[in-house]
């Protein structure tokens, strides 16, 4: 059976979040050694390797004092407040007949701390056949499911107009992540926060507040099945339950004579 479009799209964020995962990998070797790719043939995908700064002890007992942010300006159309240079991973992933570009730029502190943003850039037609609300919601599960934690809270937001999803995971394996998730056009973000949870941490919020958008495309609009025919473009493998029978019409009936 093929793989419905919106599980596509999960699968393209789920190998996003693999890059970020990957790259924080990378960035704690020492060394600048890259091990092989793990996409196979089918996709590529770069990644830029920054050094490390220094380590300020060896104990490890002193307290981190907090980073600051200062402005990263991407290739992709944005900025965001990052505390150091970041490594950036990019990847085009088949998706039938098309192709999705990813892109994760990823800062691990002194402290563990990680800090990373994510675009995927969709089909229009894709991204089109389903709610805003249908692709935030898989974005936030497919994250929740990657950290292998639970869900704690989350909230509608918006940004610059543009719908997103605020929420926060507790997972026994990575610890504490802060997330945001907002569609644009036909690109996705999630943006993420990591840290542990025995230690306070203030720069969360102002790291996820950052993202600013430069010259976004228009929002795309979902399309609407239409009752009265037989084609939807929002079908999705042919399946469309409000096209097969047409509950908003009625015979008429015959008059007895």
Request: charged letters at 20%.
């Given at each position: 059976?093929?793989?419905?479009?919106?599980?596509?799209?999960?699968?393209?964020?789920l190998t996003?979040?693999?890059?970020?995962?990957?790259?924080?990998?990378?960035?704690?070797?020492?060394?600048?050694?890259?091990?092989?790719?793990?996409?196979?043939?089918?996709?590529t995908?770069?990644?830029?390797?920054v050094?490390?700064?220094?380590?300020?002890?060896?104990?490890?007992?002193?307290?981190?004092?907090?980073?600051?942010?200062?402005?990263?300006?991407?290739?992709?159309?944005?900025?965001?407040?990052?505390?150091?240079?970041?490594?950036?991973?990019?990847?085009?992933?088949?998706?039938?007949?098309?192709?999705?570009?990813?892109?994760?730029?990823?800062?691990?502190?002194?402290?563990?701390?990680?800090?990373?943003?994510?675009?995927?850039?969709?089909?229009?037609?894709?991204?089109?056949?389903?709610?805003?609300?249908?692709?935030?919601?898989?974005?936030?599960?497919?994250?929740?499911?990657?950290?292998?934690?639970?869900?704690?809270?989350?909230?509608?937001?918006?940004?610059?107009?543009?719908?997103?999803?605020?929420?926060?995971?507790?997972?026994?394996?990575?610890?504490?992540?802060?997330?945001?998730?907002?569609?644009?056009?036909?690109?996705?973000?999630?943006?993420?926060?990591?840290?542990?949870?025995?230690?306070?941490n203030?720069?969360?919020?102002?790291?996820?507040?950052?993202?600013?958008?430069?010259?976004?495309?228009?929002?795309?609009?979902?399309?609407?099945?239409?009752?009265?025919?037989?084609?939807?473009?929002?079908?999705?493998?042919?399946?469309?339950?409000?096209?097969?029978?047409?509950?908003?019409?009625?015979?008429?009936?015959?008059?007895?004579?």
């Amino acid at each position: 059976m093929p793989m419905r479009p919106l599980s596509r799209l999960l699968l393209a964020s789920l190998t996003t979040l693999a890059l970020i995962a990957g790259a924080c990998a990378n960035q704690q070797k020492t060394d600048g050694s890259s091990s092989g790719g793990t996409g196979g043939p089918s996709a590529t995908s770069t990644i830029e390797d920054v050094p490390n700064e220094p380590t300020p002890g060896a104990d490890g007992t002193a307290a981190t004092p907090a980073p600051e942010f200062k402005p990263y300006e991407a290739a992709e159309g944005f900025t965001i407040g990052m505390p150091m240079e970041p490594q950036v991973a990019r990847r085009q992933i088949p998706l039938g007949a098309n192709t999705v570009n990813t892109a994760a730029f990823t800062v691990r502190t002194e402290d563990n701390t990680v800090y990373s943003v994510s675009t995927a850039d969709y089909p229009e037609r894709l991204v089109a056949s389903r709610p805003p609300e249908a692709l935030l919601n898989e974005g936030k599960d497919g994250l929740v499911k990657e950290v292998q934690g639970t869900l704690k809270e989350e909230s509608d937001i918006t940004l610059d107009g543009y719908p997103g999803k605020a929420y926060s995971v507790s997972s026994p394996v990575h610890g504490e992540v802060k997330a945001r998730n907002f569609l644009v056009g036909p690109r996705l973000y999630t943006l993420l926060v990591i840290y542990n949870p025995n230690h306070p941490n203030t720069t969360a919020e102002p790291f996820l507040a950052s993202l600013k958008l430069v010259n976004p495309p228009p929002a795309i609009t979902t399309v609407t099945p239409d009752a009265g025919t037989g084609a939807d473009a929002g079908t999705i493998e042919g399946a469309d339950a409000g096209t097969a029978t047409d509950a908003g019409t009625v015979a008429p009936r015959r008059r007895k004579k």
